[in-house]
């Protein structure tokens, strides 16, 4: 089972309630079987869930995400998420697309 954590591009601060400048994460896994438990373990309810959007006919369906704040971020960590830069989960991203390795 592998959990991923990074840090959302572009993501100084959520609009609406959410106008703290601070920083925001994701929490994403291989498959959503994985994600779903995982989130759960660490207080995250479903309906928080962000399913990843398909951008091509060539993009696998993939698994999307959960926003996580730093401390949501720190509990994923020190329960087994792997950290990720966020380029580290866009290489991923684009092998998956090409083939290179199988999607979730």
């Known amino acids: 089972m592998t959990i991923y954590v990074y840090k959302l591009k572009g993501m100084g601060a959520l609009p609406g309630a959410y106008s ?3 920083p925001w994460f994701g929490l994403t896994a291989d498959t ?3 994600l ?3 989130a759960e373990t660490i207080g995250l309810y479903r309906h928080f869930y962000h399913p990843r959007s398909v951008a091509g006919p060539r993009q696998p369906p ?3 995400h959960y926003d ?3 401390g949501e971020r720190d509990r994923a960590v020190a329960n087994g998420a792997q950290p990720l830069t966020w380029r580290q989960r866009e290489r991923i991203l684009r092998k998956q697309a090409a083939g ?3 999607a979730p």
């Open 68 to 70: 996580l704040d730093q």
């Open 36 to 38: 779903h438990p995982f």
């Open 32 to 34: 959503e079987d994985e």
């Open 62 to 64: 993939g698994v999307g």
């Open 20 to 22: 703290y400048n601070v």
């Open 100 to 102: 290179d390795i199988k």
